[in-house]
C-alpha cells in the first residue's frame, strides 16, 4: 500500500517548545514538501528538497527547519522562533520537482494538526 | 491581490445540482492543479492540466491558458462531493505550487 504517512495527526505543545512532526513516503518519490495552512488561506510552502541531503526553503521557512537523511523521510522541527506555530500541517511527495515547464502531481499525507498552549 | 482567486468561496447545491467552481491566476504557469480536501484534512489531487479539458468520472477540469483561467466541473452532484475544492499553479518564484483559498462545496440530499 503506496503513500503518505504523517504523525501524530493532533499533537499539542507548550510555548518555547520545539516539536517535530514526521513525514514518510514509500513511493519512492525524490521529491518531498512541506506545507502549512491556517484557516480561510491557501496552503503556503515551508520547504521543500529534491533529493536526499538538499533543501530548499519555500515563502514561510522562518521558525522551521527540515532535514533530508533519507529518500523516504522529511520530517519538520516547529522551533520556538516560530511566532505562531498553531496550523494544520500538510506533507506532500512528487516524483521530481517542476523544472524547465514540466510538472508532477503532488501526493499529500493526512496532516498534522498542531495546537500550541 | 493573491495570484490564485477562486470562486465562489462557498457554495451549496442541491443533490444532483450541476456545479461550477472557477479559478483565475495572475501569474505565468506551466500547470494548473485541482486538488480535493475532505473534512478530515487530507488532500487528493484530482487533475493536472495544462492546456484543454480533462474528465474523470462526473469531474470535468478546462484551462484557457490565453484567458488564465480554469473550471471545474462536478455533473449530476452527490453529497459525497462534500468537500473543499482548491486550485493550484505551477509558477511561483522558486517554481512551486501556488494555492488558492480553496471552495467550500456542500450537497444537501
Known amino acids: 500500500d503506496g503513500g503518505i504517512t504523517q504523525s501524530p495527526k493532533y499533537l499539542f505543545r507548550k510555548e518555547g517548545q520545539n516539536v517535530t512532526l514526521s513525514c514518510e513516503q514509500n513511493l519512492n518519490h525524490d521529491a518531498m514538501y512541506w506545507y502549512r495552512q491556517d484557516p480561510g488561506q491557501g496552503l503556503r510552502l515551508i520547504y521543500y528538497?529534491?533529493?536526499?541531503?538538499?533543501?530548499q526553503k519555500g515563502d514561510i521557512a522562518e521558525g522551521y527547519s527540515v532535514s533530508r537523511e533519507k529518500k523516504e523521510s522529511f520530517p519538520l522541527t516547529v522551533t520556538s522562533a516560530q511566532k505562531n506555530p498553531t496550523a494544520f500541517y500538510l506533507c506532500a511527495s512528487s516524483l521530481g520537482v517542476a523544472s524547465g515547464g514540466s510538472a508532477d502531481t503532488q501526493y499529500f499525507g493526512p496532516g498534522t494538526r498542531l495546537t500550541v498552549l | 491581490k493573491n495570484e490564485v482567486e477562486q470562486s465562489p468561496q462557498n457554495l451549496t447545491a442541491q443533490e444532483g445540482e450541476f456545479i461550477t467552481i472557477n479559478c483565475s491566476y495572475s501569474?505565468?504557469?506551466?500547470?494548473l492543479h485541482w486538488l480535493q480536501q475532505h473534512p478530515g484534512g487530507g488532500i487528493v489531487s484530482l487533475f493536472m492540466?495544462?492546456?484543454g479539458k480533462k474528465k474523470h468520472g462526473r469531474l470535468i477540469a478546462t484551462i484557457n491558458i490565453q484567458e488564465k483561467h480554469s473550471s471545474l466541473h462536478i455533473t449530476a452532484s452527490h453529497p459525497r462531493d462534500s468537500a473543499v475544492y482548491i486550485c493550484?499553479?505551477?509558477?511561483?518564484?522558486?517554481?512551486?505550487?501556488?494555492f488558492g483559498k480553496g471552495t467550500k462545496l456542500s450537497v444537501k440530499p
Open positions: 501569474v505565468g504557469i506551466s500547470a
Open positions: 528538497s529534491q533529493i536526499v541531503n538538499d533543501f
Open positions: 492540466l495544462s492546456s
Open positions: 493550484a499553479v505551477w509558477g511561483g518564484s522558486q517554481g512551486n505550487l501556488i
